[in-house]
């Protein structure tokens, strides 16, 4: 199976802005998972690490910016 990247990158970063953390959490787990360090995507995750209400979406974020050698 291929997967489009730029449409892949551009759904998770639309899922990080949801409202529910825990759609934004497997967001962030989709980005490691995917594994390309995209700079719309490493930006978008390193709001969610700083700055998310929920730990468990930075904690997440911060997980997935690692795997991509963003921190």
Do not use: C, Q
């Not at 360090?37 to 390193?46: F, K, N, Q, T, Y």
């Not at 979406?57 to 795997?67: C, P």
């Amino acid at each position: 199976m291929t997967v489009d990247h730029a449409r892949a990158v551009d759904g998770i970063i639309r899922a990080l802005d949801d409202p529910y953390a825990e759609n934004r959490r497997e967001a962030a787990l989709a980005a490691w998972h995917l594994g390309i360090a995209d700079p719309d995507l490493v930006e978008a995750l390193g709001r969610r690490a700083s700055a998310d209400e929920s730990e468990r979406v930075r904690s997440k974020a911060d997980d997935a910016l690692r795997a991509l050698g963003r921190r």
